[in-house]
């Protein structure tokens, strides 16, 4: 599978969303990530549908939104109207995933499924053959910037070894403290799509730094 880097706008300058966008337009990245936080499922609020729908009129690549609300199903139709084209949602924030993974397709858009780190990886089993992508979590969701946790590669391992087994089709995200040290032993492992939101936005020269992360 072709390897994307989907750099998360939330390391972005906020005040300006639109260079970034546009630098992600000019950039080798296939997709952008967008980060939308409730408070509630996460301890952090980021943005909602106004600051998203600003972000899609601008951005040419594939709108890959990661949402960690409760009550994801509630949200669906919005999110999909508001430009998203891959949603992501959590198993661990829907009383039923199978329901939301319906309600996604219905709107005609991919549908991803994630888990933070303590959630095991067999939890998603029932579900691999059901989605476009998995999102695996190498960080507790809430909050950019923070620390690669090792563990993921033993996570990631066993991820790929189900998606082999049930969905070979299927997309394999990775999610937190990525960067250009991690890239290679992440794809390595299987994993399709990178999320960088520092290690992009707080490179020197973003773009380059893309591309470099490609290159591993
Ligand atoms: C964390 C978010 C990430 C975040 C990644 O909850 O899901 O997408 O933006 O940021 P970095 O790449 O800085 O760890
Ligand atoms: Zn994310």
Redesign the pocket.
Known sequence: MRKIISP?I??ADFSNLKAACEMINRSKADWI?I?VMDGVF?PNISFGFPVLEAITKHCTKLIDV?I?IVHPEKYVKRFAEAGAEMLTFHYEAAENPGEVIELIRRQGIKVGITINPDVPVAALRPYIDKVDMVLL?S?F??????KFIEESYDRLKELKDMVDELNPACMIQV????SIHNAKKLFDHGANVL?????VFNAPDPEEMIQSMLKV
Request: charged letters at 10%.
């Open positions: 998360s939330l390391a990530h980060d996460v990661h960690m979590m960080v969701a809430g909050y950019g910037g923070q999610d937190g403290g990525v999320v960088a939101g520092s290690a």
